[in-house]
């Protein structure tokens, strides 16, 4: 069993990450556009490439590295048996993602967030319930272009974040941001089936992994 | 679980009432469930009878002869009944052993809820789909219109016991928008079954005031019976046709029975109303009430007697006139604090 859990550690990229995307897919699904230079967020400069006619292009190449580790560390996540939690509080694709979510066999929170909760999770859903293990955000921001109370919520109860950050998000709190494109359906279609596959090869691998041990 | 840091002796004390009604795990309801069952043949021996055919009303009849008890309220009373009759219908615990919850949409707080909105939301996105095949291959797209005026979507708190969940008014509300989304399209007929989950079929409440036709008695004559109350007067008044006008109330003459002028006008009113003062004769039973309740009560039996007689216009001109509503006035009772039902006791300074 400790076999188990420390042996995807000892490789960087023990689920072959890489191999999901390339820099051309992300440019395919328009993940390099990023909102007008008025509505730039500060934290965000150093992710942006530059700007072509006040619209801000966000750098693929960080872009690539940042989903590299995100996904690597959803992976390992979902290897260990955690609970992955998909937040995005966009009315296009709330369907999408909560899809998404039944098909990893994760869950999804595209509604309204009550204020309690992560937090008051004792009181709201009965004693003995277990909180996420991690927080996927599709888009970090909520219906009236201000930072998700998820995240704030998150970084208090000591939950790991990765989220999508737009050039107008505050990548600050978020544990692995992901700059990239939130708007466009292609983008998060890309986003979504990326974690789907990272999820299913991931939970592949344990029930591999748990049979072979069996059969020695 | 949380771990304790710095808090005060007042947060350490457990919140009771914080975690609301008390969730039952399915094994400790098959669990009841399996104590019940023994516990109904044990019954059956101890009362002498047959363990396979006792019956609900045998066990509470054993109980009630176990153990009498005096209580007014039945509720109070000892009493063994099927655990699920006796464990509200509520959400068993969410999650397994794990920890991990059953439902996808657990760490929303409506999971139900939500699904529901899901489905529905994924039957509409279905319904486009098909909808731009057709328009792709140049089908027509299906016109059948759903009727609309025989059937209501269910209610707030019906939809609430379905999902075994509260709802807030707005909720309701956007599920219910989203139905109509969905019927608005042409081809919702192919989502049929899913919505009629939620429609509910409404009996059509014209009833429609059926007017008996009219009897004959031996002499070939034509009657026709009506019924009539006011206050505490109840009549019943038969109407016959080729009279002279006379009226007879029990047994004696209106001029002996209604000394008053007002009563008899009142008697004479639906006649008057139609024309037909001299035409008909008319014998009525009245009881209970007053001098005037007796009066109106046989006003309303005579009108709903003579709608037979009537064509449809003039039962409506009668209508339109009260001579057919029930009058609804009665003695209103007298208050506590108040000498009558409106009159206050004196008002005095000092």
Sequence with gaps: DDKLLTEPLSHPDFFSVKELFTLKDLFDARVHLGHKKGCRHRFMEPYIFGCRLDQDIIDLDQTMQHLQLALNFTAHVAYRGGIILFVSRRRQFCHLVESTARACGEYAHTRYWQGGLLTNAHIQFGPGVRLPDLLVFLSTLNNVFEPHVAIRDAAKMNIPTVGVVDTNCNPCLITYPIPGNDDSPAAVELYCKLFRMTIIRAKDKRRQSEAIEELR | ?350
């Design chain 2, 1 to 350: 679980t949380l771990r304790l840091i710095c808090t005060t002796t007042a947060v350490q004390r457990k919140n009771v009432g914080a975690s609301g009604p008390e969730k039952y795990t399915e094994a400790f309801i098959k669990k009841q469930i399996e104590e019940f069952n023994l516990g109904k043949r044990h019954l059956a021996n101890m009362m002498g009878e047959d363990p396979e055919t006792f019956t609900q009303e045998d066990i509470d009849r054993a109980i009630a002869y176990l153990f009498p008890s005096g209580l007014f309220d039945k509720q109070a009373r000892p009493m063994m009944k099927h655990p699920t009759e006796v464990f509200p219908a509520q959400r068993k615990i969410q999650w397994g052993e794990d920890g991990r919850p059953f439902h996808f949409l657990f760490y929303t707080g409506k999971q139900s809820y939500y699904s529901l909105m899901h489905e529905t939301y994924e039957k509409f996105l279905n319904v486009q789909k098909h909808q731009d095949q057709l328009i792709a291959q140049d089908l027509p797209l299906q016109k059948e219109k759903r009727n609309l005026a025989g059937s209501r979507w269910l209610t707030k708190i019906e939809l609430e016991e379905m999902l075994l969940e509260k709802l807030s008014d707005d909720d309701y509300s956007r599920f219910i928008q989203l139905l109509q989304k969905l019927v608005a399209l042409p081809c919702a007929d192919i989502e049929e079954n899913y919505i009629q989950k939620f429609s509910k079929e409404v009996p059509v409440q014209l009833q429609k005031v059926v007017i008996e036709p009219l009897q004959y008695d031996e002499q070939g004559v034509a009657f026709s019976t009506g019924e009539g109350k006011r206050k505490s007067a109840r009549a019943t008044a038969v109407v016959y046709d080729n009279g002279t006008g006379k009226i007879t109330v029990n047994g004696t003459d209106i001029l002996h029975y209604f000394p008053v002028l007002q009563d008899r006008e009142q008697l004479l009113f639906p006649f008057q109303f139609l024309g037909r003062i001299g035409k008909h004769d008319m014998v009525c039973t009245v009881s209970g009430g007053g001098r005037s309740a007796q009066a109106g009560a046989i006003r309303l039996a005579s009108a709903k007697a003579l709608r037979s007689f009537v064509t449809e216009k003039e039962v409506e001109f009668m209508r339109q006139a009260g001579l057919l509503t029930v009058d609804p006035r009665v003695k209103e009772r007298k208050k506590p604090g108040q000498e009558g039902p409106r009159r206050k006791f004196t008002w005095k300074k000092r």
